[in-house]
């Protein structure tokens, strides 16, 4: 069964902490995403992945972080950096970049 | 600069009533555009998409959405709703190698 799964589904960070939020795809997408939601505001690209090795900013890239070593997998790390962690977090892949993007259940972030 | 504007933040309709969504796109040239459904706490499911070609593109659960180039729309409709369809629906465009921006989003309401 195809498809991009995400955990945790909630996670609890705690002040000056950094968590790291999974993203794993089945599908052999070269591209990855990691998205932020917030109410009221859509989707806002924080950090993408053309293919294995490569990534590159978005529009609020600050005070996180990305690794993509493997093409399944496309870790996104919270750091204390990030003053205002508390969103939902949504990864997509594509086929390759520019192409229809296809989204995991998401992760809700909260702080203590 | 590259946007997508969806003027209304909620709509009520009542059960088997026809639905209209809209989607302004602001892009240099024709964008891909694209319309996901969300659930509440879930991640984005796509339900159409336009590339080029026919401007009326049908996708699933029986949605609709013309592309409009005299009036840079791509609204998204459905003769029929049912309950089911309730959720925050978003409209995103992008143009070949660039990201996807997405609209804020419109939450619609079913009531029976």
């Known amino acids: 069964d195809g498809g991009i799964t995400q955990s945790p589904k909630y996670l609890f960070r705690k002040e000056g902490q950094n968590v790291t939020l999974s993203c794993e795809q089945n599908?052999?997408?070269?591209?990855m995403y990691w998205y932020r939601q917030d109410p009221g505001q859509g989707l806002r690209l924080i950090y993408y992945s053309q293919i294995v090795n490569d990534f590159q900013k978005g529009d609020i890239a600050e005070g996180y972080s990305v690794s993509r070593e493997k093409k399944e997998s496309f870790p996104l790390t919270v750091t204390s950096a990030q003053k205002n962690p508390t969103a939902f977090y949504l990864c997509a892949s594509s086929i390759w970049h520019g192409e229809t993007q296809y989204f995991g259940p998401g992760t809700r972030l909260l702080v203590l | 600069a590259q946007s997508v504007t969806q003027p209304d933040i909620h709509i009520t309709v009542s059960e088997g009533a026809s639905l209209e969504l809209r989607c302004n796109y602001s892009?240099?040239?024709?964008?891909?555009l694209f319309w996901y459904v969300q659930s509440p706490g879930q991640g984005l499911q796509l339900l159409l998409k336009?590339?080029?070609?026919?401007?009326l593109v049908q996708g699933i659960k029986g949605f609709e959405a013309e592309f409009k180039r005299s009036q840079s729309s791509f609204n998204l409709r459905k003769p029929s709703v049912h309950w089911s369809d309730a959720a925050e629906y978003f409209c995103?465009?992008?143009?070949?190698?660039?990201?996807?921006?997405f609209g804020t989003g419109t939450r619609l309401t079913v009531i029976p």
């Open positions: 599908l052999n997408h070269d591209a």
């Open positions: 892009y240099g040239a024709t964008p891909y």
């Open positions: 336009y590339f080029s070609g026919d401007t």
């Open positions: 995103a465009g992008e143009t070949g190698a660039n990201n996807l921006f």
